[in-house]
């Protein structure tokens, strides 16, 4: 009856985490992305670690014996993989693979004042036969020390709840999905960037909250198509009814839609092209779930309504040790006023180049550097409503450093073995403040003007010029630790500079 409970536990916990295994050219993992975290919430984990561990048929966990219990104790303070978890389970068939761990963490920063997260929680991975995957990650924790640096925290990118004075918040991903050579399909909690970048996506950024999604990507010869809809949250509610406390739950229903085409003819050439539309204060609207239709004309029939992104982009890569990229967004544009300052220009355009360098250390994976240019126009990232806003919950969906701006970023990253990362990236943005925030109604920045004639300039407003330099080591060398440290320096008219640890705990 305990062997049947357990497995009950977990099969019912889990409704997925990240582990989609994607297609040939998928939109959703690209080789270049922002790994810079000041936590360890933040980043994957490690891929020696991320593979279900299996001990024998039936039900293992550490407490069967004695000596299986000491060495699992023992195994807590190991350098290398771990060799055992929390629970596991292996059908007779070997169709049904089960890994359950309960994790916990501490993660301190000291800056102009100190706070520090304090949090638990669990992971689930399973596999049922080789192409059925069901993970869960969830944890929940509270931050102490000085609140108002706490409220600074990346990891505050959605719903908080204040207890006894202090900040506390929970997260959960998930993920269940059929992943086959050409073929994936998914229904999870998650984000996804699209296109390669170290700064920030100019598409579709994943420095926001998870949102719950249905995807699907296939792969049939030299072409990926790849689709996904989303669940946002409107960032505010609309105030229909009599009652302020009901009026305070009445999110309208917001949604993104996204669908990207890629053509590989090549094993280093990567182009695509795509779309995304954030729509909603309706139920789910049957048009955008066609990922081979043209949404912008979709988009003129239903009333001009909604916001369309469309955009395009590709990698190249002539030399082994040598990759390009570049991507471009357009929101809205006049083909007669390309040349003008019409505010209605809305693009984004992100390139850059990443070099592989040569290892020091052997059988090290090799460092890289990687070198990139973004440049947003005033109010590519705005709209006039509420639930067709280009975020969710409060964190914008495009590049996530705002708009009419330009940005020079650089990431170096030395892999000391295959357990030990150090990272440095150092970056420089130049920013006008007119239309360089999502949340900027267009129609009051606009008053009493035609909106056909109305021009933005370049760094239009109050310019700002910001450097910022980042640095961190990931000490991945035990088997159930994890350990980061690093700095994070801003400067605008002086230094602002903060530094973080982390430590957690997987068993």
């Known amino acids: 009856m305990l062997k049947l409970r357990l497995l009950l536990l977990l099969c019912v916990a889990g409704a997925g985490l990240s582990g989609l295994n994607p297609v040939a050219g998928s939109a959703f993992q690209q080789p270049v992305n922002s790994a810079f975290s000041t936590s360890l919430l933040s980043l994957p984990e490690a891929a020696h670690d991320d593979s279900i561990s299996i001990y024998g048929a039936g039900l293992y966990h550490p407490f069967a014996s004695l000596p299986r219990f000491g060495d699992a104790v023992l195994d807590a303070f190991r350098f290398g993989k771990a060799r055992h978890s929390l629970l596991g389970y292996q059908s007779p068939d070997r169709l049904l693979k089960a890994e359950f761990n309960i994790l916990a963490g501490y993660e301190p920063v000291w800056a102009d004042s100190q706070a520090a997260f304090f949090y638990k929680g669990f992971r689930l991975e399973s596999a049922l036969g080789r192409h059925w995957q069901l993970n869960t990650d969830w944890y929940n924790g509270m931050f102490f020390g000085s609140q108002s640096q706490a409220a600074q925290s990346e990891l505050i990118d959605g719903y908080i709840k204040d207890t006894k004075g202090r900040l506390n918040l929970d997260n959960l991903s998930a993920d269940l999905s059929y992943n086959a050579k050409n073929l994936c399909l998914a229904l999870g909690r998650g984000k996804f960037p699209l296109g390669n970048s170290i700064s920030g996506s100019i598409i579709a950024n994943d420095k926001v909250n998870d949102y719950a999604y ?74 955008y779930l066609l990922p081979n239709a043209f949404w912008r004309a979709v988009e003129h029939n239903l009333g001009d309504r909604d916001n369309v992104l469309i955009f395009s982009g590709g990698s190249y890569q002539p030399l082994n040790p040598l990759f390009v990229y570049a991507q471009l967004a357009v929101d809205e544009f006049s083909y007669g006023k390309l040349t003008t300052d019409w505010w209605g220009n809305k693009y984004a355009v992100q390139s850059g180049v990443r070099y592989t360098l040569p290892s020091f250390i052997p059988d090290s994976p090799q460092p890289d550097l990687t070198c990139e240019f973004t440049a947003v126009r005033p109010f590519t990232y705005t709209h006039y409503l509420n639930h067709t806003m280009y975020s969710h919950d409060g964190r914008p969906l495009g590049y996530p450093k705002g708009s009419n701006l330009i940005d020079l970023s650089t990431l170096l990253r030395v892999p000391l073995g295959d357990r030990i990362t150090w990272q440095s990236g150092i970056a420089w943005t130049k920013q006008g403040s007119f239309g360089s925030d999502w949340r900027q109604n267009y129609h009051d920045a606009f008053p009493g003007q035609d909106l056909q004639t109305a021009t933005a300039h370049w760094f239009e407003g109050t310019v700002t010029k910001t450097a910022e330099f980042n640095s961190s080591l990931l000490l991945d060398i035990f088997a159930h630790h994890r350990l980061l440290a690093g700095l994070k320096a801003t400067r605008q008219t002086a230094w602002d500079q903060a530094f973080f640890a982390a430590w957690q705990f997987v068993y």
């Open 214 to 287: 249905l995807l699907a990507e296939g792969t049939a010869g030299a072409f990926t198509l790849s689709f996904l809809h989303g669940s946002l949250k409107a960032d505010s509610t609309y105030n229909i009814y009599t009652y302020p406390s009901q009026n305070s739950k009445n999110y309208p229903d917001k949604y993104i839609a996204i669908h990207q085409l890629s053509y590989h003819p090549r094993h280093n050439l990567n182009l695509f092209i795509g779309e995304t539309v954030v729509y909603g204060n309706r139920s789910i609207d049957l048009n």
